[in-house]
């Protein structure tokens, strides 16, 4: 096991060195747009050439890859254009906001999710599996840029009118932290991710109550929910686990378009900025967050299905 885990972190860790050389071969290779960008489209020639001798943009290009992978890893990634302040000041508490709204909203979806799937896979082909099937295909269908709108509509606009009591429209937080202007962005979230892991808890619970040993547990008597609870259950869960993790990665670039729509101050409206803004340096740092997670959640997601399952630990 342990050696299992070692090789997941040396990939992890080989995939990210890989993926930096890529961001910075595809953004740093040629220095006179990063100085453009750095400086603007109206500087001079002059000015450019001065900003790229200070900052080290004519040395060779190994030297310059290791001086900025070096700096990224102590999370140095320069100063932002858009902001004019270190990128390292306005990442960590824009990455947070992101976690508190991306935590909620999994665990809700997964919850949820569970749930109803397990649910639908006790009764395979059951009105109630048919019902909560077409129900997961019909909010996974509808995009977070639809979504967003209709619940805003009918919590914003209609409810208040019909019986005095709506949700805020925004999530700015202009006035401190506020719990109930999550509520909307957390809903859209929702909205559209229990239903991936509602289908995906249902085909593996489906597919647990047609084993041998389960019908073997019915034959002989056994209580049906202590069937389902003790038997069914841990091994159908297993696979929705490795779902649930991957989510994780669906987060980042789904809050793109809940933060951007709520005004929510967090890192998907910030990666939006700074693309618009070509903002190069926070561009880089917030690529490499979101590999970090991806790569992260991915061999986390490995090992965890590696030490849920029996058979792949052991073989």
């Known amino acids: 096991m342990l050696i299992f885990i070692a090789r997941r972190i040396g990939t992890m860790v080989l995939t990210m060195l890989v993926v930096s050389l890529l961001l910075f071969l595809l953004l740093e290779i040629n220095v006179e747009g990063v100085a453009v960008k750095v400086l603007g489209a109206y500087s001079s020639e002059q000015q450019r050439e001065i900003w790229l001798e200070n900052n080290g943009y004519f040395d060779p290009l190994p030297v310059r890859y290791a001086r900025w992978l070096g700096n990224a890893v102590v999370g140095d990634f320069g100063d932002s254009v858009r902001f004019k302040v270190p990128v390292s000041e306005i990442l ?21 999710g ?24 019909v909010t996974t269908s509808v995009p977070e840029f639809a979504s967003a709108p209709l619940l805003s509509a009918l919590f914003v606009f209609y409810l208040p009118q019909v019986i005095g009591w709506g949700l805020p429209g925004t999530s700015s937080m202009s006035s401190g932290f506020d719990w109930t202007q999550l509520i909307l962005p957390i809903m ?6 229990f ?8 085909a593996s619970m489906a597919e ?37 993790m991957l989510q994780i990665n669906w987060l980042l670039s789904g809050v793109i378009v809940v933060e951007v729509f709520f005004a929510y101050k967090g890192f998907g409206s910030l990666l939006l900025e700074a693309s ?6 926070l561009i880089e740092a917030c690529a490499m967050v979101a590999v970090f997670v991806a790569v992260g959640t ?16 052991f073989s």
């Open 208 to 244: 647990v109550m047609m084993t041998h040993y389960i019908r073997t547990a019915v034959l002989k008597g056994l209580p049906y929910g202590t069937v389902i609870r003790k038997h069914a259950l841990r091994n159908a869960l297993i696979a929705p686990f490795t779902v649930i």
């Open 298 to 313: 991915q061999t986390l997601a490995d090992i965890g299905y590696t030490y849920l399952n029996p058979r792949i630990r």
């Open 195 to 202: 239903g991936y892991i509602a289908r995906m808890t249902r």
């Open 188 to 193: 859209v979230l929702v909205l559209y991710d």
């Open 114 to 137: 569970l749930f109803l799937g397990v649910l639908a896979g006790m009764r395979e082909g059951s009105g109630t599996d048919r019902t909560i099937s077409v129900g997961s295909i």
């Open 276 to 281: 618009l803004n070509q903002d190069i340096f």
């Open 92 to 112: 960590p508490e824009r990455i947070w906001n992101t976690a508190i709204l991306g935590f909620w909203a999994l665990l809700i979806a997964s919850l949820i």
